[in-house]
């Protein structure tokens, strides 16, 4: 299944509260070293770089499929950005030394 993503507009405007631009959080998706964290079944957090080096992470939530008899169709929806914490810059670098 090839995996999408959403980005609704009420999350872009929760990125921009904290002073991250849109283009910044498709470049931490897009990051072929991100680090990816597993909340259950439907929640994701992303931990990335953008091409400028900086450090975020990126918030996914599993879309609800508009068709029930289909399931899910492989779309995360974005629901926020923001700066990684000290703990997740480790993390991340250490599995970058590992790649």
Avoid: C, N
Wanted: net charge negative; aromatic share 8%.
């Amino acid at each position: 299944m090839e995996i999408r993503y959403d980005f609704p507009e009420a999350a872009k405007q929760r990125a921009h509260l904290a002073g991250i631009h849109p283009q910044e959080v498709w470049e931490v998706l897009d990051d072929p070293a991100r680090v990816t964290h597993v909340f259950g079944e439907d929640v994701l957090a992303v931990l990335g770089a953008t091409s400028a080096e900086r450090l975020l992470m990126v918030g996914l939530l599993k879309a609800t499929s508009k068709d029930p008899d289909t399931g899910w169709d492989g779309t995360w929806s974005v629901t926020g950005a923001r700066p990684l914490e000290d703990r997740e810059v480790q993390t991340l670098q250490e599995y970058r030394r590992q790649v």
